[in-house]
T-cell receptor, first 116, second 114 residues
């Protein structure tokens, strides 16, 4: 597609439920990133995928958070047993990561998650 | 990671130029200076990047100090649609180091008055 697509755009869930957030990166982009942004805060890095390499999970805040990327394309971020502090906008971005590439990320519009 | 320092907020009038400063005194020789902006209720979008020379594109201009310890994003004629948070970020060129993660600070909130 022309841009990074995220779904759903909004999600309201009850505390304790599991949620899945989807990201469809730009075709051909080998790198995929997840960030989250709490209300009025900056972007917090969560996880990074690059090709077939092991993902960098260093930003995941707890073991309730996990992500996978199937076939080097679509990625799913899963939050188990959601808590109210998980409420935030979850942003996905992709980039080419070719050697010598200095261009930046393309972000999706995000999924606004509200845990009630 | 090399860090950047930006003012928390700035204000401008419509159709006037805006100069958004960024200090990055610990920048390394392989760090590019990237600027992103985030419009309300949207994800960040790439604005411009540069290494040593000043850069121009359809969105903005980037002026880089000779010692590279600071840079300025220039919006030549601010419009109401330019109201956003502007982030100045350092990023190593791909293949050099491991700075593949964009680390976002708090950025500068630009308000444009009609």
């Amino acid at each position: 597609g022309a841009g990074v697509s995220q779904s759903p755009s909004n999600k309201v869930t009850e505390k304790g439920k599991d949620v899945e957030l989807r990201c469809d990166p730009i075709s051909g982009h080998t790198a995929l990133y997840w960030y989250r942004q709490s209300l009025g805060q900056g972007l917090e890095f969560l996880i990074y995928f690059q090709g077939n390499s092991a993902p960098d999970k260093s930003g995941l805040p707890s073991d309730r958070f996990s992500a996978e990327r199937t076939g080097g394309s679509v990625s799913t971020l899963t939050i188990q047993r959601t808590q109210q502090e998980d409420s935030a906008v979850y942003l996905c971005a992709s980039s080419t990561r070719k050697a010598g590439d200095t261009y930046g990320y393309t972000f999706g519009s995000g999924t606004r998650l509200t845990v009630v | 990671d090399a860090k950047t320092t930006q003012p928390n907020s700035m204000e401008s009038n419509e159709e006037e130029p805006v100069h958004l400063p960024c200090n990055h005194s610990t920048i390394s020789g392989t760090d590019y200076i990237h600027w992103y902006r985030q419009l309300p209720s949207q994800g960040p979008e790439y604005v411009i990047h540069g290494l040593t020379s000043n850069v121009n594109n359809r969105m903005a201009s980037l002026a880089i100090a000779e010692d590279r310890k600071s840079s300025t994003l220039i919006l030549h004629r601010a419009t109401l649609r330019d109201a956003a948070v502007y982030y100045c970020i350092l990023r190593a060129v791909e293949g050099v180091g491991s700075n593949y993660k964009l680390t976002f600070g708090k950025g500068t909130l630009l308000t444009v008055n009609p």
